[in-house]
């Protein structure tokens, strides 16, 4: 069973960045593409940013394009997402995913599993 493990929360001020990670368990991790999301109070779960299995394609919302990286270790079975430029409106708890399906991995419902999550907190 897979298990997934969100890090790296926490309180930074607008304009800080944070680095998230994702420690996967249980699965042969490069099988999966992996995905974060995020979910501000009040407000649906969101697509932030995916990458595929092998860390060759990745993906991202218009909202954090050029301000947000993904990255996958797949020794380490980690993914990584550094987050540069934080702005209070990127303040949500962040979710990592994963799924094995080969489509494009940006669709929620493609995902089977979910970590826990991590609050990010951006202060103005």
């Known amino acids: 069973q897979m298990q997934l493990v969100e890090s790296g929360g926490g309180l930074v001020q607008a304009g800080g960045s944070l680095r998230l990670s994702c420690a996967a368990s249980?699965?042969?991790?490069?099988?999966?593409?992996m995905g974060w999301f995020r979910q501000a109070p009040g407000k649906q779960r969101e697509f932030v940013a995916a990458?595929?299995?092998?860390?060759?394609?990745?993906y991202y919302a218009d909202s954090v394009k050029g301000q947000f990286t993904i990255s996958r270790d797949n020794a380490k079975n980690t993914v990584y997402l550094q987050m540069n430029s934080l702005k209070p409106e990127d303040t949500a708890v962040y979710y990592c995913?994963?799924?094995?399906?080969?489509?494009?991995?940006?669709?929620?419902?493609?995902?089977?599993?979910w970590g826990q999550g991590t609050q990010v907190t951006v202060s103005s």
């Open positions: 249980g699965v042969t991790f490069s099988r999966y593409a």
């Open positions: 995913a994963a799924t094995l399906s080969r489509a494009t991995p940006t669709n929620r419902g493609l995902y089977t599993h």
């Open positions: 990458i595929n299995w092998s860390g060759g394609s990745t």
